[in-house]
C-alpha cells in the first residue's frame, strides 16, 4: 500500500467517525427540541445544522471509502474500520461527554492490537 492509498483510507476512516459524531450531537438536540417543543422527530432532526453536516461528512466518507475500495485490497482496507471504531469511543467520552466501563477500554484495545497485527502482517 502506497501512501496516497494509506492516507485515502484514513480520511474515509476519520470522516466516517467524525459524521457518526456529528450525527450523535444533532440527533440528541432533535430528540430534546421534539420531547420540549414537539413535533417529528424526523422532522426536527432533518432542521437540525448537526444532523445535515454529519450526513453531509458520513457522504463524502462513502465516497472516499469506495475510493479506497479501488485502490486497496479487502483484507487489509476493512480492518482499518476498527480505528474508527476507537476514534469514535474517544470522541464520545472526550466531545460527547459519554461514560464508558473499563471493559469498553479494553477492548478498544484488543482492537486496535488486531489493527496492528494485520497492519504488520501485510508489510512483511
Known sequence: MNLSSLLLLLFAV?????????????????????????????????????????????????????????????????????LGYLVVVLAAVGLLGERTSPWTWAGSLLVVAGLVTVFYGQRS
Open 14 to 82: 476519520f470522516s466516517s467517525a467524525a459524521g457518526q459524531i456529528m450525527l450523535k450531537h444533532g440527533m440528541k438536540t432533535a430528540a430534546a427540541s421534539a420531547a420540549t417543543v414537539g413535533g417529528s422527530l424526523a422532522a426536527r432532526a432533518a432542521t437540525t445544522p448537526w444532523v445535515i453536516v454529519g450526513l453531509t461528512v458520513f457522504a463524502a466518507s462513502a465516497v472516499a471509502w469506495m475510493s479506497t475500495l479501488a485502490r486497496v485490497p479487502l483484507s487489509i482496507a476493512y480492518p482499518f474500520n476498527a
